[in-house]
């Protein structure tokens, strides 16, 4: 098992930045693919960004390039979400996830999730 604990979620005005951190504990953290991503109400949940284990790969959906940048201390358990120039429609609950698989088709793992606010 690997528990999953996001923090650093909150209320920003459009432009401002963010970083959400993720905690995981249990099972080795390295091995996993980790990620975020976000669920707006009314709206299926997205993948926001992923990062392989060894932190050499990353993925980013097409609405957070040059916006966003996940990262990973392997040291810490860690991932991290750096999150700049936030607009309205990043407005969402954003969730860590865990997988083995790199495509994250079906996450092993989630957080509890944190609410991100971004004020027009």
């Known amino acids: 098992q690997v528990q999953l604990a996001e923090s650093g979620g909150g209320l920003v005005q459009a432009g401002g930045s963010l970083r959400l951190s993720c905690a995981a504990s249990?099972?080795?953290?390295?091995?996993?693919?980790m990620g975020w991503f976000r669920q707006a109400p009314g709206k299926e949940r997205e993948l926001v960004a992923r990062i392989h284990w060894s932190a050499g790969s990353t993925y980013y959906a097409d609405s957070v390039k040059g916006r966003f940048t996940i990262s990973r201390d392997n040291a810490k358990n860690t991932v991290y979400l750096q999150m700049n120039s936030l607009k309205p429609e990043d407005t969402a609950v954003y969730y860590c996830?865990?997988?083995?698989?790199?495509?994250?088709?079906?996450?092993?793992?989630w957080g509890q999730g944190t609410q991100v606010t971004v004020s027009s």
């Open positions: 249990g099972r080795t953290f390295s091995g996993y693919t």
């Open positions: 996830a865990a997988d083995k698989r790199w495509t994250m088709t079906y996450v092993d793992y």
